[in-house]
Nanobody, 123 residues
């Protein structure tokens, strides 16, 4: 069983930056792909970015060039660096563990989830 705890969310003006962190425990973090998802009020949870066990990454089109996913296997921590934030990025952001080597882009591919952290971007 993996335990995931997100942090780093908050309120920021449009054009600003935030760095989300996800501390993982309970499983061998370095062996598994990890992902970030988000859910805005009244909308379904959507894929944001994912990273495999050796650092290969994939992003949804709307965040390419603005967000960067990374991992520090020595610290069992996943990161999401978010720049040039827009009001439409406002959502609860969730960290998820795949439990496998290869990344996935659908929520159903991730059995382990954190509780989420709120990101609010004001215009």
């Amino acid at each position: 069983q993996a335990q995931l705890v997100e942090s780093g969310g908050g309120l920021v003006q449009a054009g600003g930056s935030l760095r989300l962190s996800c501390a993982a425990s309970g499983r061998t973090f370095s062996n598994y792909a990890m992902g970030w998802f988000r859910q805005a009020p009244g909308k379904e949870r959507e894929f944001v970015a994912a990273i495999n066990w050796i650092g290969g990454s994939y992003y949804t089109d709307s965040v390419k060039g603005r967000f960067t996913i990374s991992r520090d296997n020595a610290k069992n921590t996943l990161y999401l660096e978010m720049n040039s934030l827009k009001p439409e990025d406002t959502a609860v952001y969730y960290c998820a563990s795949r439990g496998r080597l290869a990344l996935a882009t659908t929520a159903s591919g991730y059995p382990f989830w954190g509780q989420g952290t709120q990101v609010t971007v004001s215009s």
